[in-house]
T-cell receptor
Framework: EAQVTQNPRYLITVTGKKLTVTCSQNMNHEYMSWYRQDPGLGLRQIYY???????DKGDVPEGYKVSRKEKRNFPLILESPSPNQTSLYFC???????????????FGPGTRLTVL | AQKITQTQPGMFVQEKEAVTLDCTYDTSDPSYGLFWYKQPSSGEMIFLIY??????QNATEGRYSLNFQKARKSANLVISASQLGDSAMYFCAMREGRAAGNKLTFGGGTRVLVKP
């Protein structure tokens, strides 16, 4: 079954304690992204990756890091989480542009993060 | 300026009636795609329907149809014969042809509650 998995699904942590949210896809997609969802703002892209070792900032990258060492995995790293990073996080994957704009992104189930 | 605007934060609809969710967008890219996603209370993002900027006909998928008015830059979602299971958050999103990273730009969402 084609899917994007994220772990953990729920996480409560404290300010400053480094954490990693993992993301993995089994569709051999080149493109992967991280989004955060906040009330009234919809989803906003944090970082994206176009292939292994190719990553770039999205609209709200401050306070986050990513890496893409393998095609299937795209972890999101919060080196020093702060309360304003409390949010619902989604990982997504898709084929590269040129296939078709109709190719929607496949979203993971989401990770609800609370930073106290 | 907001690229995707959803002006209805929330709405009630009677079961079995139709409901229209508004979405306006702003882009200078001639090639773009418009998407609607459903987010139930469980949190996952469910792709509903897609409309391409060059598509001549309005998209339909079962009970979902997209009222695409290109000159007005609107892409309203119509849900016919509402069901209790349609109660959810609905997001309009756009992918511009020249956007890096296959980025989707989302509106703030509309929460729909279907009354029995």
């Amino acid at each position: 079954e084609a899917q994007v998995t994220q772990n953990p699904r729920y996480l409560i942590t404290v300010t400053g304690k480094k954490l990693t949210v993992t993301c993995s896809q089994n569709m051999n997609h080149e493109y992967m992204s991280w989004y955060r969802q906040d009330p009234g703002l919809g989803l906003r892209q944090i970082y994206y990756s176009m292939n292994v070792e190719v990553t770039d900032k999205g609209d709200v990258p401050e306070g986050y890091k990513v890496s893409r060492k393998e095609k299937r995995n795209f972890p999101l790293i919060l080196e020093s989480p702060s309360p304003n990073q409390t949010s619902l996080y989604f990982c997504a994957s898709s084929p590269p542009p040129g296939h078709s704009l109709t190719d929607t992104q496949y979203f993971g189930p989401g990770t609800r993060l609370t930073v106290l | 300026a907001q690229k995707i605007t959803q002006t209805q934060p929330g709405m009630f609809v009677q079961e079995k009636e139709a409901v229209t969710l508004d979405c306006t967008y702003d882009t200078s890219d001639p090639s773009y795609g418009l998407f609607w996603y459903k987010q139930p209370s469980s949190g996952e993002m469910i792709f509903l329907i897609y409309q391409g900027s060059y598509d001549q006909q309005n998209a339909t998928e079962g009970r979902y149809s997209l009222n695409f008015q290109k000159a007005r830059k609107s892409a309203n979602l119509v849900i016919s014969a509402s069901q209790l299971g349609d109660s959810a958050m609905y997001f309009c999103a756009m992918r511009e042809g020249r956007a890096a990273g296959n980025k989707l730009t989302f509106g703030g969402g509309t929460r729909v509650l279907v009354k029995p």
